[in-house]
């Protein structure tokens, strides 16, 4: 069986060149918006890697935004600005000569709501975390949790941390509604689950990971959440990477058109941002 939503052709779809922005804005953070040429691909061969200089604008609640400029590799633009709170609705222009002139638009959500967060172990290496949360019924909320764990060597005092993985299986094509198959992407190399709170009825999520900290007497374990509220732009883009990552009829020329989606009004790229909270470190033992 083969199934496809739309037709198109690639030499149809434009020739111009235009104007790339990515940028996820974090409460509270440093904020960077990167800014490069897209080639369309059907002039892929002939590459223009010759710098752009673009007219920048970023405004937050209608006030104009200071900040500094640095060039990047492929000829692109970085913009580095200070941290935003949450509330904070930002606009953003960019016009380069020869390109569309692009927009873009995003609030800075809340803090994740108010919740609690219990741990369990399945067996040896995979574990479970439920998180329960307050959410306002009248609006339409998207969310995204990391689990992350530290460990500490008590004889040297090294200490690092990192993302556990989703659990095996998870990505599998499986025509069962309750399976379990999460939203899970990457971001800044962490493993994020995400969902939206109409997913779940009762204002709980469950994440299933594989733990890969080290074993052994001499190391201390801990593990923690951050809890993500994202604004839909953000959300909707961390989407469509799942939809590249894990569409397993890729291999096979398959493809769903939603991996496209972006909210750079006549370009291409993201701009959308989040807040982030983090809960208190549990430490691992032997019951967890």
């Excluded at 741990?119 to 290496?125: G, I, N, V």
């Excluded at 201390?220 to 839909?232: A, H, Q």
């Amino acid at each position: 069986m083969t199934g496809c939503r739309y037709s198109f052709e690639l030499s149809d779809i434009g020739l111009e060149s235009r104007l790339c922005v990515r940028s996820f804005v974090c409460a509270d953070s440093s904020v960077t918006v990167t800014v490069h040429r897209a080639i369309p691909i059907t002039d892929a061969a002939n590459t223009d890697t010759s710098r752009i200089s673009p007219m920048f604008s970023l405004k937050c609640n209608g006030s104009e935004v200071e900040g500094s400029q640095s060039d990047i590799d492929r000829g692109g633009v970085k913009y580095n600005m200070e941290a935003f709170k949450p509330g904070d609705l930002l606009e953003l222009s960019v016009e380069e000569e020869g390109m569309k002139r692009v927009t873009a638009s995003t609030v800075i959500p809340d803090l994740f709501p108010d919740c609690t967060t219990e741990f369990h172990k399945y067996d040896q290496w995979n574990r479970g975390a439920l998180i329960k949360y307050e959410d306002d019924p009248e609006t339409e909320d998207f969310y995204g949790a990391i689990v992350m764990t530290s460990t500490t060597n008590t004889e040297t005092g090294l200490t690092w941390s990192g993302s556990e993985p989703p659990a095996s299986g998870h990505d599998n094509l499986n025509i069962d509604y309750n399976a379990y198959s999460p939203v899970v992407t990457q971001l800044n190399g962490d493993y994020m689950f995400i969902w939206k709170d109409s997913d779940e009825e009762d204002n709980e999520y469950e994440i299933r990971y594989i733990h890969n900290g080290m074993s052994g007497e001499i190391y201390k374990k801990f593990t923690y959440m951050k809890l993500f509220k994202l604004s839909e732009e953000m959300y909707r883009t961390l989407c469509a990477w799942y939809d590249q990552g894990y569409n397993i009829f890729t291999y096979i020329g398959f493809f769903s058109p939603s991996a496209c989606y972006t909210n750079i009004n006549n370009g291409v790229g993201y701009f959308g941002s989040c807040s982030v909270r983090y809960t208190e470190p549990v430490e691992i033992t032997n019951e967890f």
